[in-house]
């Protein structure tokens, strides 16, 4: 990928809001490689045409989009697959992210949020929706769900900062207006918040921080 050129493919069974999607996409500049409305000739286009990102709706005839995921985890698995649903369910949030995908939106979000989503992904970034996030802050506040602090996992009062604006869903260019960053320093602070905590990505770093009660 050169510089913020970003080629996907759309896997979305509603032919209007594909067809809308794809030229909202087009206008801000992401390549549609290809778009589908079956998981099935979705994952075939993604395997032909080697996309960065593949756009991943759940509800679909057929195959799910959550088994579409997990067979593109296994089979690309260095395409990143970002959820674009309605469902805003816990359910289905902890079943798209366990299968493999890096990111979670919701069809109501700006158009300017899911391209910059797509974009993230692309630099294998992890992106969610603010109101998903939430839910999922509520939900590992819970009773029972705390799990202890990492041994070495000491973070900085500045990693630390980050990593809360990270649990609500931020993404670095927000992270890094709020705390009068630079976008580098930001994405500096979350490499070192990632390895502290012994995670892959973003998501996995909010839930380990509100479990372990860091946040």
Do not use: W
């Not at 801000?28 to 998981?39: D, H, Y």
């Not at 996030?133 to 602090?149: C, H, K, N, T, Y």
């Not at 869903?169 to 630079?182: K, Q, Y």
Request: aromatic letters at 2%; hydrophobic letters at 45%.
């Amino acid at each position: 990928m050169a510089g913020d050129h970003v080629r996907v493919v759309v896997i979305e069974d509603h032919d209007l809001f594909r067809g809308g999607l794809v030229q909202l996409l087009e206008e801000r500049g992401i390549e549609v490689l290809g778009q589908a409305g079956l998981a099935a000739d979705g994952i075939r286009q993604v395997c032909e045409l080697n996309p960065e990102v593949a756009l991943m709706d759940l509800k679909m005839p057929g195959m799910s989009g959550i088994e579409a995921t997990q067979r593109l985890a296994a089979t690309a698995p260095l395409v990143r697959v970002l959820v674009l649903t309605v469902a805003a369910d816990e359910q289905s949030v902890t079943d798209a992210l366990l299968a493999g995908a890096c990111g979670y939106l919701v069809k109501d979000a700006p158009i300017e949020h899911i391209v910059e989503g797509i974009r993230a992904a692309a630099r294998n970034e992890s992106s969610i929706s603010p109101r998903i996030a939430s839910q999922l802050v509520r939900r590992l506040r819970e009773p029972g769900e705390a799990e202890p602090r990492l041994p070495g996992a000491e973070l900085t009062p500045r990693e630390l900062e980050v990593l809360e604006l990270l649990a609500r869903g931020m993404d670095n260019p927000g992270i890094a207006r709020t705390l009068f960053l630079s976008q580098h320093t930001v994405k500096n602070h979350v490499s070192s918040i990632l390895v502290k905590l012994q995670v892959e990505n973003r998501i996995q770093a909010a839930v380990r921080a509100v479990r372990g009660d860091l946040v």
